[in-house]
Each structure stands twice: as structure tokens, then as C-alpha cells.
């Protein structure tokens, strides 16, 4: 199989269509991945990627259309994956300190677990990096320039990772909230 390096939307069909020709269903709702080597003929579609998207995720995808998908709506789900860390830590701050702040060893604001072995440390922490990394790596980037550099692979790799982080906080404790109830 040769993996597609690009690829493009085409807004009226709604269609994926990779610089190598292939064309697949779209990219939230579709059938088949551009990466996919299933064939769309099997008896059970490849279940759409949108649906398993997180549903404060799922919102921001549905607020666009297909031909929008890439910088602009992973620029705007890294937004409110980081006003949701704001809420839950109470730390008003908007760049890779915050996740690290919310996320720290030392005084954690959101808590992804008990913290009381090695492994929940290292869990923590990586989570930490994880966001701290999407900030510098992903929302930074999209801050400082011109919309549309994100093809389509590279937008449901970054949603997919929003997605996680967004789960990862649907199951942590908010020290700050807890504190206060």
C-alpha cells in the first residue's frame, strides 16, 4: 500500500481525495480512511471517526464544513481544550505553563489518578507533556500563521489527540473544585 502524503477535500462532494487518486468518503463520516487498506465492498463499514471523537470535539468539527477541516478547527479545538484545563485548575494562563501547572507533580490541579506510585507519576506527567506538547507543537503554530497548512491526515491525527486529552479530563479530579465542595 502506498500511504498518500497529502490530501484535499473537495467541498461539494464531500469526498477525501488523495494526491494519489484514491478516493475515500469523508473524513468524519466516512468508510474508509486514506491510510484504511480495508476494502468500502466489506459487509461492515469502518465505523465514521467523528463519532468516536470526543463530544466537546465532535461540536467544534460540526461548527465547520468539510472544506474547513484542518487548521481552523484544530485551532479552535486546542482553544477549548485549554479553557476547559482553565476551569477545572483555576489557573488563568494561556500557554504550555498552564498545562503544566494543572497537571504537576509537585501541586497537581487536576489529578488523573491517586499519585501514589511510580506509574501514576509517570502517567501524570506525561499527560502533562502530552498537553504542553499540543500547545507548543500544534496551537502555537496555528496562532502565528495563515490557515491551511493542516491536510487531512494530519487534522484527524491532531482532533484524535484532543480527543484523548479531553477524555483523560472527563476521568480526572479537579483538586481546585473538590477543595471548594
Same mark, same amino acid.
Given at each position: 500500500?502506498?500511504?498518500?502524503?497529502?490530501?484535499?477535500?473537495?467541498?461539494?462532494?464531500?469526498?477525501?481525495?488523495?494526491?494519489?487518486?484514491?478516493?475515500?468518503?469523508?473524513?468524519?463520516?466516512?468508510?474508509?480512511?486514506?491510510?484504511?487498506?480495508?476494502?468500502?465492498?466489506?459487509?461492515?463499514?469502518?465505523?465514521?471517526?467523528?463519532?468516536?471523537?470526543?463530544?466537546?470535539?465532535?461540536?467544534?468539527?460540526?461548527?465547520?464544513?468539510?472544506?474547513?477541516?484542518?487548521?481552523?478547527?484544530?485551532?479552535?479545538?486546542?482553544?477549548?481544550?485549554?479553557?476547559?484545563?482553565? !476551569?477545572?485548575?483555576? *489557573?488563568? $494562563?494561556?500557554?504550555? +505553563?498552564?498545562?503544566?501547572? /494543572?497537571? %504537576?507533580?509537585?501541586?497537581?490541579?487536576?489529578?488523573?489518578?491517586?499519585?501514589?506510585?511510580?506509574?501514576?507519576?509517570?502517567?501524570?506527567?506525561?499527560?502533562?507533556?502530552?498537553?504542553?506538547?499540543?500547545?507548543?507543537?500544534?496551537?502555537?503554530?496555528?496562532?502565528?500563521?495563515?490557515?491551511?497548512?493542516?491536510?487531512?491526515?494530519?487534522?484527524? !491525527?491532531?482532533?484524535? *489527540?484532543? $480527543?484523548?486529552?479531553? +477524555?483523560?479530563?472527563?476521568? /480526572?479530579? %479537579?483538586?481546585?473544585?473538590?477543595?471548594?465542595?
Amino acid at each position: 500500500m502506498v500511504y498518500p502524503v497529502k490530501a484535499s477535500i473537495d467541498a461539494e462532494t464531500a469526498e477525501a481525495t488523495s494526491f494519489a487518486g484514491a478516493r475515500t468518503k469523508t473524513l468524519l463520516g466516512g468508510t474508509k480512511g486514506p491510510r484504511d487498506e480495508r476494502s468500502t465492498d466489506h459487509a461492515e463499514p469502518w465505523p465514521s471517526l467523528g463519532a468516536r471523537l470526543h463530544p466537546l470535539v465532535q461540536d467544534i468539527i460540526n461548527r465547520f464544513p468539510p472544506a474547513q477541516l484542518g487548521d481552523v478547527a484544530v485551532f479552535e479545538a486546542c482553544k477549548h481544550l485549554a479553557q476547559r484545563v482553565r !476551569e477545572m485548575s483555576g *489557573i488563568d $494562563s494561556d500557554d504550555k +505553563r498552564l498545562m503544566e501547572r /494543572a497537571f %504537576s507533580l509537585k501541586d497537581p490541579k487536576i489529578r488523573l489518578n491517586a499519585l501514589g506510585s511510580a506509574t501514576d507519576r509517570a502517567e501524570q506527567q506525561g499527560v502533562m507533556q502530552m498537553a504542553s506538547g499540543l500547545w507548543l507543537a500544534v496551537r502555537n503554530p496555528r496562532a502565528h500563521r495563515p490557515a491551511g497548512e493542516c491536510d487531512l491526515d494530519e487534522t484527524v !491525527e491532531l482532533l484524535t *489527540i484532543v $480527543s484523548h486529552l479531553h +477524555r483523560r479530563l472527563d476521568a /480526572a479530579v %479537579s483538586v481546585v473544585n473538590a477543595s471548594t465542595s
